[in-house]
């Protein structure tokens, strides 16, 4: 049987995607800091879908756990895909040491530090999937985010740099950039709908381009087209502007 390891499992794009590998017979492997919440996916999931569903608490930030953590996994896992993340409050951040390296930790930090185990593994295995949920917020630093942006800026660059590493070995590393997504994370802001997809769509189009080793997944296409033009705006203007 083929296992997944979701790290952030109890993100609603996370349990979209779960629900997307499970229904085709894999195992789950979910790990997550909340684990009252994770005791309830798996319910949910194992009722659904009657495939093994494993708990494992995992908390992005705390480093010094995560070997410990991915040597004890019950099953070696084919795919990992990570969807934890911080969004986090910019103007909080700018006068608050914690929060800003609450956002960095559990976007970039923590990711580099979990991945680099899997990088290694799957590296010497000669197979495997890696899965990173980035952003397209790590495109251009805007004044309304930009340290939930640079956070995300460098995972996407980590995971290009390891894409580019492991593709000797037969592994593939997928970065997705979703735009906007209606979750918990986004449910307190008003987003454009035609901008904006849902969870399910996320995990339908991470199912497919695990497939078919897509390298970057812009969930909405319309995003790759807007990034391209703000990455366009020169500098002297873009810094007037209100974003
Ligand atoms: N929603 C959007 O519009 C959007 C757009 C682009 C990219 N993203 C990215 O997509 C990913 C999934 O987010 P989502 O929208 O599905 O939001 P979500 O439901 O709020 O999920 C975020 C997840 O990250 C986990 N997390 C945060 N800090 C953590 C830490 N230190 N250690 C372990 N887990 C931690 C949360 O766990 P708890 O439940 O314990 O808090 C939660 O499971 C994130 O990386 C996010 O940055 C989101």
Redesign the pocket.
């Known amino acids: 049987m083929n296992y997944i390891l979701i790290l952030?499992a109890?993100?609603?794009?996370?349990y979209a995607t779960a629900r997307e590998f499970a229904q085709r017979g894999w195992g789950l492997l979910l790990a997550?800091?909340?684990e009252k919440?994770l005791a309830v996916l798996k319910n949910d999931l194992q009722t659904r879908y009657n495939v093994p569903v494993h708990t494992l608490v995992?908390?992005?930030?705390d480093f010094g756990s995560h070997a410990d953590f991915y040597s004890r996994l019950p099953h070696q896992p084919e795919v990992t895909a990570l969807?934890?993340?911080?969004?986090g409050e910019q103007e909080k951040a700018q006068a608050d040491w914690e929060e800003a390296k609450r956002i960095i930790?559990?976007?970039y930090t923590?990711a580099v530090s979990i991945l680099n185990l899997v990088a290694n593994d799957y590296e010497q295995k000669k197979k495997g999937c890696i899965i990173g949920?980035s952003?397209?917020a790590g495109e251009r630093g805007r004044k309304s985010n930009y340290l939930y942006g640079s956070a995300k800026a460098g995972l996407t660059a980590y995971l290009s740099g390891l894409r580019n590493r492991l593709t000797a070995a037969g592994v593939h590393v997928v970065t997705v950039k979703?735009?906007?997504?209606a979750?918990?994370?986004?449910e307190h802001l008003k987003l454009p709908k035609p901008l904006t997809a849902s969870?399910e769509q996320v995990g339908k189009a991470i199912f497919k381009a695990y497939i078919k080793k897509t390298n970057v997944l812009w969930v909405l296409p319309v995003w790759q087209l807007i990034m391209q033009n703000i990455r366009m705006i020169p500098e002297a203007v873009f810094k007037k502007m209100n974003l």
């Open positions: 952030g109890t993100s609603d794009m996370a997550a800091r909340n919440q995992f908390e992005a930030a969807f934890f993340g911080y969004l930790d559990a976007n923590g949920v952003s397209v979703p735009g906007f997504v979750t918990r994370m986004t969870p």
